[in-house]
């Protein structure tokens, strides 16, 4: 047993390092062999990559947990949630760069073979991108075509008015919004997604997805991918957990939302980059869920281990104020392991700049870099600077000096957070130098080997590069564990055809 506490792959996400090792010492800590064998599980699941089957395993642990071990349960599910919704977070990213090439690609062919539905599904990827004004010209012109069903058009007419509304055209939105009135699950559940984005009584919204997802259940009839994300939206928005997670366990996160077949022998599946992006939503939901009642508990270890991931996956989600003030109360308290506490500094830096205070910030961040940080350490600081899009030389510069004298596992990380950083900077061939570097060559594409969000964002590099098969090799790999990355397949084949000009030189892995 004491060897499976240090065999946590140390190229792994902030969660894999010092805190994993801390957390399985809590949970087999007073812990009956019974309860240990599905936490351990869990947690060698996590161990290797494998997030979802890790959160089934645990969640369907649960309930029959006895009350002393819940909390430590509760630890391990938020901490894997976590995971989970910073590896959506990326991979949906992935999907709105490819999606938006292919869309573009697509609507540039003309004549019979053109697409019809690539004019609405670029202004979806627009609208998700944040450009409403550019996605309400798309939705504009998919209506005025008027050749799509009843169903495309009431689609096009609720993201219209979303985009209106975000532009300040209320008025127009809800004139909009007042004609679509289709009972049809895709279109009721998207009508109250999309009132719910913009934040018009979200209890109304719940009830009108609860009685649309009652109906579907008790008919027997099999839920749409366009109504099963448009449900999970809401329903994490809403908190509802357990109702999110029936919805995902029954889902087929890999059927696309539309099939169109211009001209014989042509086919073309269109995905909605929304359905990666409402997961990530949900799982750091849940991952505040499962933390917020693990650190309730009265066992001071887990209660601060759960501080600590809690500070994290508020910060995640989008919460600086309630991140800052877990965090401050988790840092000032005695006897927290050094390391651990410098990660929490690096959140707590950003949380001051999100906050207003920049020179805060960069003054936690000159600490932490004077104090001779680790390569996990510098890896955390230069990643929280690429994630709010801070461009700080000295970090970079100090990242890549330490990289260059290191070697193996300790520093697959910084060299993961600097090819990430030459990413953003679209240096594409060094991004792909610096995260081959942190990629385990004998196992290059296997998730139990290697830390998906190197893989994600290195598959983002080499689709850049138009190195395509290099690339769906990746994404088909990951596919086997999360099912929904098939629409960035899709759309990175559909891109490589068309550079190719030829429908037989690349194919679905």
């Keep these: 047993m004491g060897n499976f506490f240090f065999n946590f792959n140390s190229m792994g996400t902030l969660m894999k390092k010092l805190g994993s090792i801390l957390l399985l010492t809590v949970i087999l800590t007073g812990t009956s062999h019974a309860a240990i064998d599905p936490l351990k599980r869990g947690l060698q699941l996590y161990k290797k990559n494998h997030y979802e089957d890790a959160i089934r395993l645990l969640y369907g642990y649960l309930p029959a947990a006895e009350n002393h071990h819940q909390a430590k349960t509760n630890l391990g599910l938020g901490m894997i949630c976590l995971a989970n919704a910073r590896l959506y977070r990326d991979l949906y990213q992935a999907a709105l760069e490819t999606n938006l090439d292919y869309f573009k690609r697509l609507l540039a062919v003309k004549g019979p ?129 357990d109702e999110t997670f029936e919805l995902i366990m029954k889902a087929d996160l890999i059927a696309f939302f539309h099939e169109e077949v ?41 209660s601060r281990m759960a501080q600590y991931y809690l500070g994290q996956a508020y ?32 959140r707590q830096a950003f949380n001051q700049y999100l906050l207003g205070d920049a020179a805060a910030a960069k003054e936690q961040l000159n600490t932490l870099l004077q104090s001779e940080p680790s390569p996990n350490l510098m890896a955390d600081m230069l990643l929280a600077c690429i994630e709010y899009k801070w461009d700080a030389p000295e970090i970079v510069i100090q990242a890549s000096a330490m990289a260059q004298k290191g070697h193996g596992r300790p520093f697959i990380r910084i060299n993961f957070a600097l090819g990430k950083y030459y990413l953003w900077k679209q240096n594409f061939a060094k991004a792909v130098e610096y995260m081959e570097a942190g990629r385990d060559k004998s196992n290059k594409n296997r998730i139990e080997f290697n830390d998906p969000l190197i893989l994600v964002n290195l598959a983002q590099a080499y689709g850049r590069t138009k190195q395509f098969s290099e690339a769906l090799e990746i994404f088909f790999e990951m596919s086997k564990q999360f099912p929904a990355v098939r629409q960035i397949q899709v759309a990175l084949q559909g891109v490589y055809i068309i550079e190719q000009k030829s429908a037989g030189d690349v194919k679905i892995f």
């Design 315 to 346: 910060g995640v989600t989008g919460d600086p104020v309630q991140s800052a003030r877990v965090l401050s109360a988790f840092i000032s308290a005695p006897g927290n392991p050094p390391g651990l506490a410098k990660k929490a500094g690096v």
């Design 262 to 302: 211009p001209v014989k022998n042509k086919v073309i599946r269109f995905y909605d980059a929304a359905l990666l992006g409402n997961l990530s939503l949900f799982y750091g939901t849940a991952s505040l869920n499962f933390l917020q009642k693990a650190g309730s508990a009265p066992d001071s270890k887990i």
């Design 113 to 241: 073979s053109a697409s019809q539905m690539a004019t609405l599904y670029m202004g979806l990827a627009l609208l998700e991108d944040g450009k409403p004004s550019d996605a309400a010209g798309f939705f504009h012109n998919f209506l005025a075509d008027r050749s799509g069903n009843t169903g495309d058009l009431d689609l096009a007419r609720i993201n219209l008015a979303t985009a209106l509304y975000l532009q300040n055209e209320t008025d127009q939105a809800h004139k909009l919004w007042s004609k679509v009135t289709s009972d049809q699950p895709s279109i009721a559940t998207a009508l109250a997604a999309a009132y719910r984005r913009v934040g018009i009584d979200g209890k109304k919204q719940l009830a009108v997805c609860q009685r649309v997802w009652d109906r579907l259940r008790h008919s027997g009839q099999a839920p749409s991918i366009q109504t099963i994300s448009n449900l999970i939206y809401v329903y994490a928005k809403e908190g509802r957990i």
